[in-house]
């Protein structure tokens, strides 16, 4: 991948995240990365396929860190958790990108930016699941991921994830 494309992904995230998709141009992604207007267009015909990449890399980032929480001394379902808080210390503290991607598009069930987040969580239930979890045991699971990403906005994040772990050790 080129360097400015690299910096039109991260930049447009950050953007995104901070700000919510619908009130951030692509002017603004344009000029925080430093980058020329040829440039998007040279790697994306749209806006929503900017949003589609960004939402695409953070998805494959999410499922890399969670699995790179799994080292088999504990219960997986633990483990995962433990892995979730500290995705959302270190990326997530203002809830879920993907939720906001839906709750900006959602109007439209047709909108392929709609359709991926439906998707992602579709696509974390089955991956929980190759981790050994039956399907219940996965939804529960993302059950508590949900709620602690939710609380993870308002609440003491220490608090939030302490919790969320020791929920997990009862399912």
Known sequence: MSS???????????????????????KRVINEANVAVMTL??????????IMEVLKRREKRYFSYLASGISHTEKPVVELAN?????????????????????????DPSNEIVQFVNQHKQHLLYKLCQYGLNESVALK????????????????????????IELSKLI
């Open 83 to 107: 892995a979730h808080f500290q995705w959302l210390k270190k990326y997530s503290a203002k809830g879920c990108m993907f939720l906001r991607a839906k709750e900006e598009f959602g109007a």
């Open 41 to 50: 267009y040279n790697h994306f015909a749209s806006k929503e396929d900017l």
């Open 4 to 26: 400015k494309k690299e910096d039109l992904l991260n930049k447009a995230e950050i953007l995104f995240y901070e700000h919510s998709f619908h009130s951030i141009g692509l």
């Open 141 to 164: 699971l993302m059950i508590l991921f949900e709620g602690a990403t939710a609380l993870a906005e308002t609440e003491d994040m220490e608090k939030v994830g302490k919790q969320l």
